[in-house]
């Protein structure tokens, strides 16, 4: 079941993205011969709007044959080749538009159903309790929420680090499930630790989905400069080998996907989310045979006044999805050690 999510979410994902690249195509005029769901023979073909669609055997994403793309030499350039720097922009910039609007609409969903996460700093949530400390020893369980000390209410949770500033006993006054309990805890300082992890307690707000779409907007906005460093370093890491414990590729993905089906339609939304936006991000980066480098390349055509010759442009990009191809099978590799115990 977890391939088959898996298999689901990443030809949904990558058709997506093709499909906005078909889109700013088509509204140009630029003709896209084929549109395939999948890759490999097709099974079901259908022509329509001067495209053929195609479902084909493989059913990991997909690709949209755009007319003047594929770098082949022409005595009259055709299609995307004929266009300004403005129109092969936007034929570039479009499937990454469309994961984006994906994401966003999938994140709009879960933050108007399961809600926002906003800490709230008065509650202290005991997150781990240590074997054989203190917190043990007085009661504190994991979930526990501790809401006073010395029956004042807390003003942030990190008052809770303060008892150890003020030797004595002292009375937690502790939210459990729907009820309030009162432990007791004799802090002595030869304890050195209270013996608990917490942080500030998580509350969910939920928003009607227009302002939930905005708010995933500006989440994802927030979030980008981070995911650039993190996709930066994840590659750094591969080619010196040293990857992030963090990065994971198709095994991990589809480890990820069988635990969010578990969980449900919300978590599954959620991966997909995730998978979008990475998508988006990933292809922005400028490496030929990417977006991102087809896009490097127009714009410094454009600034130094010059054309690569479709044939050494093709050439360049392929050089760049071999590159890509070759990092997807390292970390591949990681994800089979790590998944055998042999990684970290």
Excluded: C
Excluded at 214 to 227: C, E, I, K, Q, T
Excluded at 322 to 342: E, K, P, W
Aim: glycine share 14%; net charge positive.
């Amino acid at each position: 079941m977890s391939v088959l999510w898996f298999v689901v979410i990443i030809g949904i994902s990558i058709s997506v993205h093709e499909f906005g690249h078909y889109l700013a195509a088509r509204l140009q005029g630029v003709a896209v011969p084929v549109f395939s769901i999948g890759f490999g023979p097709p099974l079901v073909r259908l022509r329509a709007g001067g495209t053929e669609w195609r479902l084909a055997a493989i059913p990991l994403g997909g690709f949209a044959l755009i007319e003047g793309m594929g770098g082949e030499p022409d005595a009259e350039p055709r299609g995307y080749a004929r266009l300004g720097f403005w129109g092969k922009t936007a034929i570039l910039l479009g499937g990454i538009l469309m994961n984006l609007l994906l994401a966003w609409g999938l994140m709009g969903y879960v933050f108007s159903t399961q809600g926002v996460p906003q800490p709230d700093v008065r509650q202290a949530a005991i997150l781990e309790v240590l074997p054989g400390s203190l917190a043990e020893r007085v009661g504190l369980r994991p979930g526990d929420r501790v809401v006073a000390i010395d029956g004042r209410p807390l003003r942030r949770y990190t008052d809770l680090a303060g008892i150890k500033k003020r030797p004595g006993r002292h009375r937690l006054t502790v939210v459990r499930g729907h009820e309030r309990v009162v432990l007791e805890l004799d802090w002595r300082p030869e304890e050195r630790q209270i013996g608990v992890r917490y942080g500030p307690r998580i509350v969910y707000r939920r928003l009607p989905f227009p302002s939930a779409f905005a708010y995933a907007v500006g989440f994802s906005v927030r979030l980008l400069p981070l995911m650039v460093k993190s996709f930066v370093a994840g590659i750094v890491g591969v080619l010196v080998g040293r990857p992030p414990a963090d990065l994971v590729g198709p095994v991990g993905i589809v480890a990820l996907t069988g635990q969010a089906a578990r969980q449900g339609a919300v978590a599954l939304a959620q991966l997909t989310a995730t998978i979008n936006l990475s998508l988006a991000v990933f292809n922005l980066l400028p490496i030929p045979g990417l977006d991102g480098g087809r896009l490097l390349l127009l714009v410094l055509g454009r600034v130094f006044g010059g054309r690569l010759t479709p044939e050494r442009e093709a050439l360049i990009n392929l050089i760049g999805l071999a590159f890509v191809f070759l990092l997807l099978i390292l970390v591949t590799f990681q994800d089979l050690a790590r998944l055998l115990g042999g990684g970290p």
